[in-house]
């Protein structure tokens, strides 16, 4: 049996660093070495790239915090041209022998937002995930919203503003949305910079956190409910797992709560409160909404469910977390994919929409 030489990236610029460490050393300890010859590249908090030995990154203890790039002594040299000669290591004087496939397993901004796969693209290697174009909408609050909107798909009221242009005072905005109200930079992920909104003194304190972030920001109407989430994973014809949720105590996800807690905080999957018309229903919904913002290969769709049992898209997670708590291989694990398989239809979904450049 050929083996698939996986490339995985992990680690980057962005506040989910860790996180996305802890996925790859998940990733690195689960996969079928039998079938995969994985390289594991991590890039550092400036940006530099560093080839890991995949042996000693899994020293690393399976604590969230202590995880951090091991190695820094191969440095990896981006060559954009034909696939033999992408990756060149300057202290052993040799590029990677070809790889066949790259997982970018880095989540947020400059990696979940369409750059890495504008790099990937140039590289001319079948990459894992959303092209340019899906990554870059679904990382933006205010496009996908709009997206969705266009496509009936039911999403809370919003509004975006720009830090350069005027902003509306609070009670014009209560007046539109209501209160509570959820203000957030339009491009992040995490939690980071989010808050709810009861009053003008915690508006403009929102409005100022929010544009430390980002040059937009969105301002939504308060939801009332439970946020679920279903993994879908295809191309065309897609797989829509049943949809899981986190049961917690805290004011709202935070980024604690999200990724460093997992399954402590009272995961459940499948959530139970749905029926199986409702759930049928929350499927239809999160397809539709990972058609319409152009998803590709896998995405997690996250909804949320108001006591009256309406649905409310609240955003698409491109690259969702790769850990041993994470939602996504774990609802698909629940839909009889585990993660090897995953892993492999993973990697056959990114070679078969593959499409050289220039042809
Ligand atoms: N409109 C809203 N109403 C109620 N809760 C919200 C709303 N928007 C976000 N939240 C809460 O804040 C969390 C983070 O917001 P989200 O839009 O998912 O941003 P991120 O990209 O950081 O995950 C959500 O998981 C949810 O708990
Ligand atoms: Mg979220």
């Given at each position: 049996m050929?083996?698939?030489?996986?490339?995985?990236?992990c680690g980057g610029k962005s506040?989910?660093?860790?996180?996305?460490?802890i996925s790859a050393w998940n990733l690195l300890k689960t996969i079928s070495h039998e079938s995969f010859d994985v390289t594991l590249i991590a890039i550092d908090k400036t940006g530099n790239w560093w080839l890991q030995d995949t042996a000693r990154f899994l020293e690393q203890e399976a604590h969230p915090e202590r995880i951090s790039i091991p190695q820094r002594t191969s440095k990896v040299w981006v060559n954009p041209g034909p696939e033999t000669d992408s990756f060149y290591l300057s202290d052993q004087g040799r590029f990677l022998p070809q790889v066949d496939v790259v997982f970018p397993l880095l989540h947020g901004p400059n990696g979940e937002d369409g750059s890495i796969q504008g790099l990937l693209k140039h590289l001319q290697i079948p990459y894992i995930?959303?092209?340019?174009?899906?990554?870059?909408?679904?990382?933006?609050k205010d496009v996908a919203k709009r997206l969705m909107l266009q496509a009936n798909i039911p999403t809370s009221d919003f509004i975006a503003l720009y830090k350069s242009a005027a902003h509306p005072d609070f009670q014009a905005v209560k007046e539109q949305l209501g209160l509570p109200l959820f203000v957030k930079p339009a491009n992040?992920?995490?939690?980071?910079?989010?808050?709810?909104?009861?009053?003008?003194?915690?508006?403009h304190a929102a409005l100022e956190e929010a544009f430390q972030f980002d040059e937009k920001i969105i301002i939504e109407a308060f939801v009332e409910g439970q946020e679920v989430e279903c993994a879908?994973?295809?191309?065309?014809?897609?797989?829509?797992?049943?949809?899981?949720?986190?049961?917690?105590?805290?004011?709202?996800?935070?980024?604690?709560?999200?990724?460093l807690k997992g399954k402590e905080v009272g995961m459940q999957i499948p959530y139970a409160k749905l029926n199986a018309e409702q759930i049928e229903a929350?499927?239809?919904?999160?397809?539709?909404?990972?058609?319409?913002?152009?998803c590709k290969g896998l995405a997690r769709v996250d909804t949320f469910v108001t006591p009256e049992g309406e649905f409310l898209v609240n955003e698409i997670n491109t690259l969702p977390g790769f850990t041993q708590n994470s939602m996504y291989p774990l609802l698909m694990d629940a839909a009889g994919i585990p993660y090897n398989n995953l892993i492999k239809k993973l990697c056959a979904l990114a070679i078969s929409r593959f499409r050289p450049m220039d042809s």
């Open positions: 050929t083996k698939t030489h996986l490339l995985v990236l506040a989910e660093h860790a996180i996305s460490l995930g959303p092209s340019v174009l899906g990554a870059s909408i679904c990382m933006d992040l992920g995490s939690s980071v910079g989010i808050n709810k909104v009861v009053d003008a003194s915690s508006y879908v994973l295809g191309n065309d014809d897609c797989i829509v797992s049943e949809p899981g949720t986190y049961i917690h105590e805290d004011e709202f996800f935070d980024y604690d709560t999200k990724y929350l499927k239809a919904i999160s397809l539709q909404a990972y058609k319409a913002l152009e």
